[in-house]
């Protein structure tokens, strides 16, 4: 399993960016895919997932509205597009794969699954 993130950078507050994830190496319905960051000092936190058998989505309380999970048709890509940018936003985010074919629909926290692969993280400043 490999999974390789883009699309990180510098972008003003109010502004938006898209990051991807690039998945191999596995079978794309029988996993799901978190996007996670973490800012200067703070913890990981869970931000947005994708099971992508059946399309459902998790969104944090702090993105919901303002960010977008979703993946090609290949199902291969899995893009996170971040719009109304804050500074609150900086962060190293990375994305991560569970090896288990679930859904979102009743998945409240996605934390506790075993997330097993990680990428090495793209770099997401926001400037005020």
């Known amino acids: 399993v490999q999974l390789v993130e883009s699309g990180g950078g510098l972008v003003q507050a109010g502004g938006s960016l898209r990051l991807s994830c690039q998945t191999s190496?596995?079978?794309?319905?029988?996993?799901?895919i978190g996007w996670f960051r973490q800012g200067p000092g703070k913890e990981r936190e869970v931000i947005s997932c994708?099971?992508?058998?059946?399309?459902?989505?998790y969104y944090a309380v702090s993105v919901k509205g303002r960010f977008t999970i979703s993946t090609n048709s290949a199902k291969k890509m899995v893009y996170l597009q971040m719009n109304s940018l804050k500074p609150e936003d900086t962060a190293v985010y990375y994305c991560?794969?569970?090896?288990?074919?679930?859904?979102?629909?009743?998945?409240?926290?996605?934390?506790?699954?075993?997330?097993?692969?990680w990428g090495q993280g793209t770099q997401v400043t926001v400037s005020s």
């Open positions: 190496g596995f079978t794309s319905d029988d996993y799901a």
């Open positions: 994708i099971a992508p058998n059946d399309g459902s989505t």
């Open positions: 991560a794969a569970v090896n288990h074919r679930l859904t979102f629909h009743l998945i409240t926290t996605p934390d506790e699954l075993p997330w097993t692969s």
